[in-house]
């Protein structure tokens, strides 16, 4: 069973960092690319930073470029995501998702139950 | 960037009855189109991929079409466990971009 447990949410002032993790178990995890999505309370999706495999391809949200960086450790079966200067309109659930492909198609077959952050003074 | 945009923000239907939800993008996405269900307190779900192909698990009554700038989710007749928001996705494949519409509630009428 594919399991993806996320954590090191929690409160954070404006301005300072935090870093999450993502546990994968159930799958192959350094055969599969892997990716990060938020929502804002009672807000819709928004897809945050993807990694492939093997680190070799990167992508992030315009909103995060340069404050965020997404890595992973295959070795471990985990993902990350450093967040630095934060802001109070990244507060939200954050959830890593596992990407699946079929044929040329990609989507986000597993999801993670999400670690809430929240940035306030 | 491309922006991806459901139609309508809310959809009132009564159980039984058909529903159909519209994603449009603007630009082409060739079918690089994805659905996804979500219900409160929960994570999404995969419904649809490739604009077309269900999910497994995935029941019957939900289907996709649509290429290009266009979409369709159609549920073809509405159980008590369909009412949820709903959400399409695009890719773009290099580098890694994924965008999100802003999601389809639907509701009972």
């Known amino acids: 069973e594919v399991q993806l447990v996320e954590s090191g949410g929690g409160l954070v002032q404006p301005g300072r960092s935090l870093r999450l993790s993502c546990a994968a178990s159930g799958f192959t995890f350094d055969d599969y690319a892997m990716h990060w999505v938020r929502q804002a309370p009672g807000k819709g999706l928004e897809w945050v930073s993807g990694i492939s495999w093997n680190s070799g391809s990167i992508g992030y949200a315009d909103s995060v470029k340069g404050r965020f960086t997404i890595s992973r450790d295959n070795a471990k079966n985990s993902l990350y995501l450093q967040m630095n200067s934060l802001r109070a309109e990244d507060t939200a659930l954050y959830y890593c998702a596992k990407e699946g492909y079929s044929s040329s198609w990609y989507y986000f077959d597993y999801w993670g139950q999400g670690t809430l952050v929240t940035v306030s003074s | 960037e491309i922006v991806m945009t459901q139609s309508p923000a809310t959809l009132s239907v009564s159980p039984g009855e058909r529903a159909t939800l519209s994603c449009r993008a603007s630009q082409s996405v060739s079918s690089n189109l994805a659905w996804y269900q979500q219900k409160p307190g929960q994570a999404p779900r995969l419904l649809i991929y490739?604009?077309?192909t269900r999910a497994t698990g995935i029941p019957a009554r939900f289907s996709g079409s649509g290429s290009g700038t266009e979409f369709t989710l159609t549920i073809s007749s509405l159980q008590s466990e369909d009412f949820a928001v709903y959400y399409c996705?695009?890719?773009?494949?290099?580098?890694?971009?994924?965008?999100f519409g802003q999601g389809t509630k639907l509701e009972i009428k």
């Open positions: 996705q695009q890719y773009n494949n290099w580098p890694p971009l994924y965008t």
């Open positions: 490739g604009a077309s």
